[in-house]
């Protein structure tokens, strides 16, 4: 969308293909409703994938300041939140979705642009003596299917990745990409939930809290998150895992352990914590070790930290030592939940891999299809959670434009 607003802009003709029956679905799905589109604390290392030299360039050229400026061109003012992360003001996708719409629409009447939905995309394929693009698309006409054809000399296959199917991206873009014979590398999900073996998130369902969360990999520490932690049935959630999820894919794709160790007692160092339970133990010595914890840990949880110390959580808390009381803090300060997968794709945020650098020319531009433009999600290129994603969107849609309108007026100038 923000592709085809540019181009518009810069005076191009238009054709946008999508195949779910309105443009912008999954944004409206973005940021829990609010759309996270961008980050003020952005710096090439929140990016991963081989693409990481194309989408250097892309943000030289558009840098987010530029980004900025165009969603305020649009009306659309950043508000700050915690981490850098930026929302429209209204703290609503849908507002961001709407000016978009209404933008194109205004296209739409004035004739330079022509949007057609419902329709998928199938195959695409350059006509090498006639220099165009020819695209294969299938829609419905009632109840029947019906095969569509389009060439153009120059085409943005900005059709995401494979996350959240549900939402339009389900992978065609990549297969098409594959037919085109460009370098596809494997693909995984990202920002998704983290599945575990252990029962245990199933007995803790529904309980979150605030955390800084460490992934491990035996004794080694990978990587560490603050945020939320939510368990689920099979699993854990949140913002936190969420940030963790590449690191831990990682680490399951080469077949090393993972393991995420929360911090439920956060706000104590480990000496001050050690110090509070010896007092604790003291005070209360007539009551379960349990009933000891009470209070200070959420009730679901205590049986689960006691059981990770194997001590027994009916003794009494006068019969806590020293080497006890350490062995609690110790899983206090790192309660673990193994990690054996990732989610699936179904409810993933993101796709970590796509069409590899090597495909690409200058910029956006496929090395072996002149005028043939790749970018977003569909690219061997993903950023941390907290709004990268759509920056990085946002800047490939811009830079294509730009691109596509240079190479427009280069035919133009060589033909006249
Ligand atoms: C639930 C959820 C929440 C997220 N929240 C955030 C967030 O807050 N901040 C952030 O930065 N990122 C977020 N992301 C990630 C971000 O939305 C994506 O990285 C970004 O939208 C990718 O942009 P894109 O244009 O490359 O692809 P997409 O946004 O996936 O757009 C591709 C479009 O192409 C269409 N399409 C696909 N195949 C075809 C075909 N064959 N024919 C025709 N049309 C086709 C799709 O229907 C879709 O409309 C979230 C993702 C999800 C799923």
Redesign the pocket.
């Known amino acids: 969308m923000i592709c085809a607003v540019e181009a518009l802009r810069l005076g191009l003709k238009v054709l946008l293909?999508?195949?779910?029956e309105r443009?912008?679905?999954?944004?409206l799905?973005?940021?829990n409703g609010r759309?996270?589109?961008a980050n003020r604390n952005f710096d090439m290392t929140h990016y991963h994938g081989s693409c990481l030299p194309a989408a250097e360039v892309v943000f030289e050229e558009y840098p987010p300041e530029r980004i900025e400026d165009f969603w305020k061109g649009l009306g659309i003012l950043y508000r700050e939140e915690e981490r850098g992360r930026c929302y429209p003001r209204s703290l609503q996708a849908s507002s961001v979705i709407n000016v978009l719409r209404r933008t194109l629409s205004y296209y739409e009447q004035e004739g330079s642009l022509k949007v057609l939905t419902d329709?998928?995309?199938?195959g695409i394929r350059l006509d090498k003596k006639q220099k165009l693009y020819e695209i294969t698309?299938r829609t419905r006409e009632g109840e029947q299917a019906k095969t569509l054809q389009f060439k153009s000399s120059q085409a943005a296959l900005?059709?995401?990745?494979k996350?959240?199917p549900r939402?339009?991206?389900?992978g065609?873009?990549l297969e098409m990409a594959g037919k085109l014979k460009l370098p596809v590398t494997d693909l995984r999900p990202g920002?998704c939930r983290l599945l575990s073996p252990d029962p245990m998130t199933r007995r803790l369902s529904g309980l979150r809290f605030d955390t800084r969360a460490c992934l491990l990999s035996g004794k080694e520490r990978i990587a560490e998150a603050r945020g939320e932690l939510l368990f689920t049935d099979d699993g854990i959630s949140g913002p936190c895992a969420l940030d963790l999820s590449r690191q831990a894919g990682e680490l399951l794709k080469e077949g090393k352990p993972a393991a995420i160790a929360a911090d439920l007692a956060e706000e104590y160092p480990e000496g001050e914590l050690f110090a509070l339970m010896m007092e604790r133990c003291e005070l209360l010595k007539a009551v379960s070790l349990e009933e000891m914890l009470e209070g200070f840990l959420h009730k679901r949880i205590i049986p689960e930290v006691i059981s990770q110390t194997g001590l027994d959580r009916k003794a009494a808390a006068g019969t806590m030592d020293k080497r006890k009381t350490g062995a609690l803090c110790r899983v206090m300060k790192s309660f673990c939940v193994e990690i054996s997968a990732l989610d699936s794709f179904k409810d993933?945020?993101?796709t970590v891999g796509g069409v590899h650098q090597k495909a690409l020319g200058q910029g956006l531009e496929c090395a072996a299809y002149p005028g043939l433009y790749l970018?977003?999600?569909?690219l061997d290129l993903d950023?941390d959670c907290?709004?990268?994603?759509?920056?990085f969107?946002a800047a490939?849609?811009l830079s294509i434009a730009s691109g596509a309108a240079a190479h427009q007026l280069d035919v133009e100038g060589g033909r006249g």
């Not at 293909?17 to 779910?20: F, L, Y």
């Not at 907290?386 to 920056?391: E, I, K, P, R, T």
């Open positions: 293909i999508e195949k779910m443009i912008g679905k999954k944004v799905a973005t940021g759309c996270n589109l329709t998928v995309v199938t698309c900005l059709t995401g990745g996350a959240s939402l339009g991206s389900a065609e873009g920002i993933a945020q993101v970018g977003g999600e569909l950023g907290g709004g990268y994603n759509l920056m969107a490939c849609g």
